[in-house]
């Protein structure tokens, strides 16, 4: 039997490890012009890591009004880059476009939209693949851990250094609309309008184990080599087999039946181990395409950074202790090989253990009568003056709609009166996570009515 899926991938490991090693067969992640700036004032990490400098990627559409009081923070999904428009310096089609420009739902007649690659990636802000300035060497894994909250005090530097007092509004989506609900716990008062679409308000273990299968995968490719790939061939077996698992939760069911069904990509030839079924092929090409486009580096931190989000109280205490406890680091540093820089395995292995905890409790069902969490109440309360939209697609398995409706009834039980939640039912939008992405009438009209309110 023949298998050319594995040929392929022989073939491309082969064409890398015989590029000049003078420009290294590690491709240049970017997707064009952008602005940055650079903060040198060192930034603590949640973790105990340390920046002693930073840069973050951006760019901007629409025109800044003379008191920067119609600024909108746009948040970035785990690998979008800070490119979510066209614009004249770079044409290529952003992966918001049909939602940002003049009348659309970022109304850019009236908005200056502002949108960031965030700390940790790799299109320009500083990530795993930057140069680390105490040595000229590149990061690697020696990069410290980061939060969704270290994303987001990098991005208001930013806001900082452009005079931005107070946004007119937070608007994210998937990992983004974690992110703007983060930044409205952190900085209540420099937001107008929260938008968290296809969000949560704390990471939830069926998304955990999905990312860290992601995460398994890529690290077990020999080429990651403990993240010092750089200059070498990269991981780019582990890159597509990751992106195929995470795309497997982007989309709906329903949509592949439609999409899909059954057919195989050539019926007249007999079946094969390598990708026969259109569906496969779907599967193999997204691998393939993405598994250049990103570091691999920056999928593990980003990715982790999500997993470890959570605005409860009790979470947010413990953050704010270990920040209290590692404040002199802004004037030390961290080592690279410090504890406090990374993490590692529990010291007690996991075991098989019944949980005591009463399972009509719980707020991850259907149940419209599920108790909201005393903790979210706590961590989300800084929030209860501000407006804020939370959207949900009925067919997201990655982030799914009970998630959304934790979110509402979590601001609404804090005090915040003026909270909209729009969910979308399967009839009307088939293509799960990915809708935020595609649904422009129903998601871009939401945001749209939402912000001219």
């Not at 007649?109 to 960031?116: E, K, P």
Request: include cysteine; hydrophobic fraction near 35%; glycine fraction near 8%.
């Amino acid at each position: 039997m023949s298998f050319p899926c594995l040929d392929a991938v022989e073939l491309r490991t082969q064409e890398m490890a015989s590029r000049s090693l003078t420009n290294g067969p590690e491709p240049s992640y970017t997707t064009g012009v952008h602005k940055e700036f650079t903060s040198k004032d060192p930034l603590l990490l949640d973790y105990g890591g340390r920046l002693k400098e930073f840069t973050i990627a951006y760019e901007a559409w629409g025109k800044m009004n003379a008191d920067k009081s119609n600024v909108v923070l746009l948040h970035t999904g785990l690998s979008a880059s800070s490119h979510a428009k066209s614009n004249e310096d770079n044409p290529r089609l952003g992966w918001w476009e049909k939602f940002i420009g003049p009348g659309l739902a970022l109304d850019t007649s009236r908005f200056h939209v502002i949108c960031t690659n965030v700390l940790g990636g790799c299109y320009g802000s500083t990530g795993p693949a930057s140069i680390d300035p105490a040595d000229g060497k590149r990061y690697a894994t020696r990069f410290p851990i980061l939060t969704m909250s270290d994303m987001v005090r990098a991005q208001f530097r930013l806001l900082d250094a452009l005079g931005v007092g107070k946004l007119m509004a937070s608007v994210g989506a998937s990992m983004g609309g974690m992110q703007s609900l983060a930044a409205g716990v952190l900085y209540p008062d420099r937001i107008g309008r929260i938008v968290s679409i296809s969000g949560c308000a704390r990471s939830h273990p069926y998304s955990i184990a999905l990312r860290h299968a992601q995460r398994q995968v890529l690290m077990a490719d020999t080429n990651w080599n403990r993240g010092f790939y750089y200059d070498k061939v990269p991981p780019h077996v582990g890159m597509k087999l990751a992106r195929q698992i995470a795309t497997v939760t982007y989309r709906s069911g329903p949509e592949w039946e439609q999409r899909f069904g059954r057919k195989r990509a050539d019926p007249s030839r007999p079946p094969a181990l390598c990708p026969d079924f259109l569906i496969e092929t779907y599967l193999d090409h997204a691998g393939e395409k993405f598994c250049l486009e990103y570091d691999a580096n920056s999928l593990l931190y980003v990715s982790k950074a999500m997993d470890l989000f959570d605005l409860g109280i009790a979470n947010r205490d413990s953050i704010r202790k270990l920040r209290q406890k590692n404040k002199h680091k802004l004037l030390e540093g961290c080592s690279s090989d410090s504890e406090a820089c990374s993490l590692s395995l529990p010291k007690v292995p996991y075991t098989e253990r019944q949980s005591n905890k009463d399972s009509s409790r719980t707020t991850s069902g259907d149940d419209d009568d599920a108790v909201v969490s005393d903790d979210l109440v706590l961590g989300l309360s800084p929030m209860r003056n501000i407006p804020a939209l939370v959207l949900g697609v009925e067919s997201d398995i990655l982030f799914p709609a009970w998630q959304q409706r934790e979110v509402v009834d979590t601001l609404r039980k804090a005090g915040n009166t003026n909270v909209k939640h729009v969910e979308l039912s399967q009839d009307v939008s088939l293509f799960g996570h990915d809708s935020f992405l595609l649904d422009v009438r129903n998601i871009g009209g939401s945001v749209k009515s939402f912000l001219e309110e």
